[in-house]
């Protein structure tokens, strides 16, 4: 009898796995049809906050919608522009982004879908700096009628975490090259240094002049009149309108009531559905888009709890052969969305880039961050692009470790050790470095650094002392970094596409066929890994985003890296 029920219950599993699979490739094949777009169609692009640059692998993202990705939103624009059955667009920026050079992204892609001479409105159910900023693109803003336009400035603030080390009897032991290389400061310090003050005040300083540069070419004002009216935020919405910076108030619906016309609407999510091949775009020549997001470490890519995208030096490199060896390939590009890490693995990846920019044109294009060995792995390309908001620059090392015996001894706990060599305990937990092996570690940390600075002015074409003049850890944006000559244009992904077409002799009025790494996965790829960092995303999810950059921060030298491993990596900046 217990055989009986053994096989009887085999069999419904059975049953029951074959129908799941019928109805996940069923939900596969229904998604890939692509949406049907109504004739005189209004596209309701929603912009939330927090866009990625690449899509959560794993089944589950795939069958279910997945939230928009950097990439989709500037796609649908560029194919609402050239799709006939899309006759105006209303966007809808929501929560703002934790930086700001993707904002300046989807902007420039609005400003580009103007072009085409459609009209595009933006709808604000609230109206922050950044939604603010990304609305002033179109050609008529409409403010929700109850809610205020929340325009107040901008400001930074940064998490000192020296006390807390102290009260537990943990000490923070770090070393660093550079004066402004202030990655390790939110432990050794308990408030800001004139250095770090003067950075976070530049960067602030310069970022708000970039706000206030939009808002006036938006709006059509005077500079000197919007910073005015940004002083005598926030603003009520009859106030807003009063003031000009509003063109009326009205509901989601209003908007978007279908007219007389027979105007009927698509929103963004389902339009992302669309080919870009369905309306005559992304064919042609190919070029690679390589992505690398997240914090740089040895190994393969993946997804950390605390950290968010681990950029792996083995995959990375892994993507650069492939690309560099496929002779259908014309050119790549190398997207950048990471504050840096190990100065290990980025020298690897940086080595890689070198050795394919001799074969094939390589550009360079930052997204929000690539400081650090963000911009490390940068500096070979033939040309660096950066959004005028990107933090780039931050060209030093840092490298240190946790000295916890005091913390033990509070537990009740004691760590004995036993060893051979004379640095054995270089990395030892319980106690901070002595003067040898300080002197050892600061001897590494100032070879990583020279050689930095070294291929910093060989990629720049330029002098040591040029380097070093703009380094020791200073971070920049990308506004700044060209002024500076970290940086060669100024744009978004796009303007690095024109850049690697142009390098690759492609005509620019030619359209070319991305090949995005890391690649589509496979059906079969996507069942054998269905959650496919489901389970770490869904953890992060459960911390606001201010929370998770503490965690981060908390996390960050002990979970990734090896005590005492030279980090080329930026500081953690805490932006509401």
């Known amino acids: 009898m217990a055989r009986r029920e053994v096989r009887f219950v085999l069999t419904f599993l059975m049953i029951a796995i074959v129908f799941l699979m019928a109805g996940v490739v069923a939900a596969l094949f229904f998604v890939s049809r692509g949406p049907s777009v109504p004739s005189n169609a209004t596209l309701v692009l929603r912009v939330p906050g927090g866009l990625t640059e690449i899509m959560p692998s794993g089944l589950l993202g795939h069958v279910f919608e997945a939230p928009p990705t950097l990439r989709s939103v500037v796609d649908s624009l560029r194919k609402a522009a050239v799709d006939d059955r899309v006759s105006r667009v209303v966007l809808v920026p929501s929560g703002g982004q934790a930086l700001w050079a993707k904002v300046q992204e989807v902007r420039d892609a609005v400003l580009a879908f103007k072009q085409s001479g459609k009209p595009i409105v933006a709808y604000l159910e609230y109206g922050g700096e950044q939604q603010y900023y990304l609305a002033t693109a179109a050609d008529e803003i409409a403010l929700m009628p109850t809610s205020p336009l929340d325009l107040t400035g901008l400001a930074r603030y940064e998490l000192f975490l020296r006390g807390s080390l102290d009260k537990v009897g943990a000490y923070p032991d770090f070393l660093h090259v550079g004066d402004y290389k202030t990655a390790a400061n939110q432990y050794t310090e308990d408030s800001f240094t004139p250095a770090h003050r003067e950075m976070s005040e530049s960067l602030n300083a310069d970022m708000f002049d970039q706000l206030v540069r939009g808002i006036a070419d938006g709006r059509g004002r005077p500079e000197s009149e919007v910073r005015a009216l940004i002083d005598e935020g926030p603003f009520l919405p009859e106030d807003a309108l009063a003031a000009g910076l509003v063109d009326g108030l009205a509901y989601e619906d209003q908007l978007l009531d279908p007219d007389e016309n027979g105007e009927r609407r698509i929103e963004g999510g389902d339009y992302a559905g669309v080919s870009l091949q369905a309306v005559g775009l992304n064919q042609g020549p190919k070029i690679a888009v390589i992505h690398a997001v997240g914090v740089i470490n040895t190994g393969r890519s993946g997804y950390d709890t605390t950290q968010g995208e681990v950029v792996g030096s083995d995959t990375l490199v892994e993507y650069l052969r492939e690309a560099r060896e496929d002779e259908s390939v014309r050119a790549i590009v190398l997207r950048i969305d990471s504050p840096g890490g190990s100065a290990i693995a980025s020298d690897v990846i940086w080595r890689e880039v070198e050795v394919t920019r001799e074969e094939k044109p390589v550009i360079a294009s930052m997204s929000d961050v690539a400081a650090s060995g963000g911009y490390y792995i940068a500096m070979p390309a033939d040309a660096i692009v950066a959004q005028p908001g990107t933090l780039t620059g931050s060209i030093g090392v840092v490298a240190g470790k946790f000295a916890l015996g005091e913390t033990y001894g509070k537990l009740g706990a004691n760590i004995e050790s036993?060893?051979?060599?004379?640095?054995?305990?270089?990395?030892?937990?319980?106690?901070?470095?002595?003067?040898?092996?300080?002197?050892?570690?600061?001897?590494?940390?100032?070879?990583?650094?020279?050689?930095?600075?070294?291929?910093?002015?060989?990629?720049?074409?330029?002098?040591?002392?040029?380097?070093?003049?703009?380094?020791?850890?200073?971070?920049?944006?990308?506004?700044?970094?060209?002024?500076?000559?970290?940086?060669?244009?100024?744009?978004?992904?796009?303007?690095?596409?024109?850049?690697?077409?142009?390098?690759?002799?492609?005509?620019?009025?030619?359209e070319v066929e991305l090949v995005n790494y890391p690649p589509p996965r496979g059906f079969f790829e996507m069942l054998s890994q269905p959650l496919g960092g489901v389970r770490e995303r869904l953890v992060a999810s459960l911390l606001s985003p201010t929370e998770q950059k503490v965690a981060s921060v908390l996390a960050a030298p002990m979970q990734l890296f090896r005590p005492g491993e030279v980090l080329a990596l930026m500081p953690y900046v805490f932006v509401p």
């Not at 590494?444 to 074409?461: S, W």
């Not at 020791?472 to 796009?494: A, I, N, P, S």
């Open 418 to 510: 036993v060893s051979q060599g004379r640095y054995a305990e270089i990395a030892s937990p319980v106690r901070p470095f002595s003067p040898d092996e300080r002197a050892k570690l600061q001897q590494q940390l100032d070879a990583v650094y020279d050689a930095f600075v070294a291929k910093a002015a060989e990629g720049r074409g330029t002098t040591r002392e040029r380097i070093h003049a703009v380094a020791q850890g200073r971070v920049w944006t990308g506004q700044q970094g060209r002024q500076v000559g970290l940086v060669d244009e100024l744009g978004g992904l796009d303007r690095a596409i024109a850049l690697a077409k142009q390098r690759a002799d492609i005509e620019q009025n030619d």
